[in-house]
């Protein structure tokens, strides 16, 4: 709002996230849905990158909004606000990972090299979420944030509270064994 109480974008522009934020904090009941909404999309598929299934992602995903909703007012806006809600996202996944005590990895050696004919591009998601499965969490949180989701090492840093030493050998550790997970995967898929 400007200094009168008056919107200063023009007429039919759609409000910034930080807008919206701002507008929730402030008491608007449907500011942050319009937020979510606008990102529910990615922010489900990251949630289902760093968990272990889909029931997990979704409840992650609730966990974190809920998160965000009761702790907007402590937004420092020193980032994103996407940046600020995928790293709520991330927190949650690892908290019901490590609340679980669940390693996806162990739930694949059963399954492990061979059980995907790698031809098509669907069959090819599935090579690469399995071996994504396969990574410790840490690695796959890492990974996932620079080499999927795009974002820059310090921003993928800041988003998972670490180092960006840290987050640069975690993502080569991760990227040394995925590469060997869809070599096993993919030579199993051909010998089918």
Known sequence: MGIFGVDPRPTGQPRTDADLLTAHVN??????????????RQLYRLAQLTS????????????AMLAAHRTAPLFRRDSAVSSWLYRIVVNACL???????????DL???QVCG????????ETTILIERALMRLPVEQRAAVVAVDMQGFSV???????GVAEGTVKSRCSR???????????????AAAD
């Open 154 to 160: 310090a921003e993928t840093a800041r988003l998972l």
């Open 115 to 122: 059980s995907v004919d790698p031809t098509g591009e669907l």
């Open 27 to 40: 008491g608007d009941r449907y500011a942050f849905e319009e937020l979510f909404i606008r990102h529910q």
């Open 95 to 105: 908290d019901r990972l490590r609340r679980n005590k669940i390693r996806a990895w």
């Open 174 to 188: 991760a990227r040394t064994k995925l590469a060997e997970s869809l070599n096993c995967l993919a030579a199993g």
């Open 52 to 63: 272990r299934d889909p029931d997990d992602a979704a409840d992650a995903l609730q966990d």
């Open 108 to 110: 694949l050696d059963e």
